[in-house]
């Protein structure tokens, strides 16, 4: 297995967006609802059936300063948990982030 670092920064190269999340969690189930409501892809890591989701969520909190799930990103860019993809819809502003090109 790759380091978790490595991990992280390969999965969000090559998925526009990107959500880390757990299989029980309701705001990841909300925050996959959102992106399936705007018929826009995107790749979930369940943390809770990864072998290392452990050491990827620590690493997602020391990159992001984020511990939570979902963790979400989008074109390379880290947005937040349900609460801020949620009102950058609301905003408009995920629509220009879903727009822009990855970062990397």
Same mark, same amino acid.
């Given at each position: 297995? /790759?380091?978790? #670092?490595?991990?992280?920064? @390969? %999965?969000?190269?090559? $998925?526009? !967006?990107? *959500? ?16 399936? @409501? &705007? +018929? /826009?892809?995107?790749?979930? *890591? ?5 072998? %290392?989701?452990?050491? *990827?969520?620590?690493? &997602?909190? !020391? &990159?992001? #300063? =984020?511990?939570?799930?979902? $963790? !979400?990103? !989008?074109?390379?860019?880290? *947005?937040?948990?349900?609460?801020? /993809? %949620?009102?950058?819809? =609301?905003?408009? +502003? &995920?629509? @220009?982030?879903? =727009?822009? +090109?990855?970062?990397?």
């Amino acid at each position: 297995m /790759v380091a978790a #670092g490595e991990f992280i920064k @390969n %999965s969000i190269g090559e $998925n526009s !967006v990107l *959500i880390f999340s757990k299989s029980y969690c309701p705001y990841c189930a909300r925050a996959k609802e959102l992106f399936t @409501n &705007l +018929k /826009v892809a995107y790749k979930a *890591i369940e943390l809770d059936e990864c072998e %290392s989701g452990k050491e *990827i969520q620590e690493e &997602l909190r !020391v &990159l992001t #300063g =984020q511990r939570t799930v979902p $963790n !979400v990103f !989008v074109n390379g860019q880290h *947005i937040g948990g349900y609460d801020a /993809v %949620s009102n950058a819809k =609301q905003t408009g +502003k &995920l629509d @220009n982030y879903l =727009q822009q +090109k990855a970062k990397l």
